[in-house]
């Protein structure tokens, strides 16, 4: 990925607290969409939103278990542009 690629990503995750709240807190452990619209206090639409948004961009993968629901977890991207955008703020 290029520097000005990666600067592209951190923008377009900076530009959305909802973006970049989720990619926070599933750098630290897989989650739920239901489990980080409670630790975001949002609706499950707005972080599902987000996610699929963060998937699009390779920052988020789904992991499949024998749960109902999917957990999500950061690809190598995700937590290059984590850093990124840490070292940013």
Same mark, same amino acid.
């Given at each position: 990925? &290029?520097?000005?690629? $990666? ?5 377009? %995750? &900076?530009?959305?607290? %909802?973006?970049?709240?989720?990619? %926070?807190?599933? &750098? #630290? ?7 980080? /619209?409670?630790?975001?206090? #949002? @609706?499950?639409? @707005? ?7 963060? *998937?699009?961009?390779?920052? %988020? ?6 749960? *109902?629901? #999917?957990?999500? *977890?950061?690809?190598? *991207?995700?937590?290059? $542009?984590? /850093?990124?955008? &840490? #070292?940013?703020?």
């Amino acid at each position: 990925m &290029s520097l000005s690629g $990666i600067g592209r990503v951190v923008s377009f %995750v &900076s530009r959305s607290e %909802v973006r970049s709240q989720v990619l %926070v807190d599933i &750098s #630290k452990a897989p989650r739920t969409p239901s489990e980080l /619209a409670s630790l975001q206090n #949002k @609706h499950v639409s @707005h972080v599902s939103r987000a996610l699929a948004e963060l *998937r699009q961009q390779g920052l %988020v993968e789904p992991i499949f278990t024998n749960s *109902r629901e #999917k957990y999500y *977890r950061a690809t190598d *991207r995700g937590y290059l $542009i984590l /850093a990124t955008f &840490s #070292k940013a703020r």
